[in-house]
């Protein structure tokens, strides 16, 4: 399968239309109920911000890669737009693209300066490779499915909503750099 498609950046800006876009789904998608709201982007971001080594990376900026197939390019964008605004301060990047290849996400994550790595639900298929390659980084992984999390991804959100909870693959973090206290490992749903 061959995806195709140009990088679009995407900048941070709480607005009601995203909100809504996120609680209605994207058009032509059908799949609202899987689409990440914003409380679960700020659990997610504010768990990724108790990393003691985040300052290793992008010299403590945040700059979001979300990479997703083809078929996730509107959903990608409008999470990208979601992450970027529940940033701390608002002052985080976020980006969207569709996965070619490997040396291609490589040379992304390079240009980008990107410090995270989001798996968006379309790239399931390749979440794998996607791991290989931010652990090779020492990037940390983020994914909006807890099932994500059981494969490799580093931290999720399961639940949606108040009953939203962080989900931590506590192998995964540590093998993509990652240094969590123990009180927010106390907190999160914690897989060994």
Known sequence: MSWTGSPRPLRGGVQVAL???LAVGTPGTGMAQEVMGGHEAEILLK????????????????????????????DAEALALLLAAAGPGGKATAIAIPF???AQLMATLEKEGATALFVHRSAAAIVTSLTQVSRGRKIPTLAH???????GVALGVRGS?????????????????????????????VIQ
Do not use: C, Q, W
Request: glycine fraction near 12%; charge should be positive; hydrophobic fraction near 50%.
């Open 100 to 102: 070619a290849s490997v």
């Open 161 to 189: 909503g108040a009953s939203a909870r962080l989900v931590v693959n506590l192998r995964a973090a540590k093998v993509e750099g990652m240094d969590l206290p123990a009180a927010v490992l106390a907190t999160a749903t």
């Open 47 to 74: 768990g990724l911000s108790y990393d003691r080594a985040s300052g290793t990376r992008g010299g403590g900026a945040l700059r979001i890669v979300v990479v997703h197939a083809v078929d996730g390019r509107a």
């Open 19 to 21: 909100g809504l876009m």
């Open 145 to 151: 499915e807890a099932a994500m999390v059981d494969r």
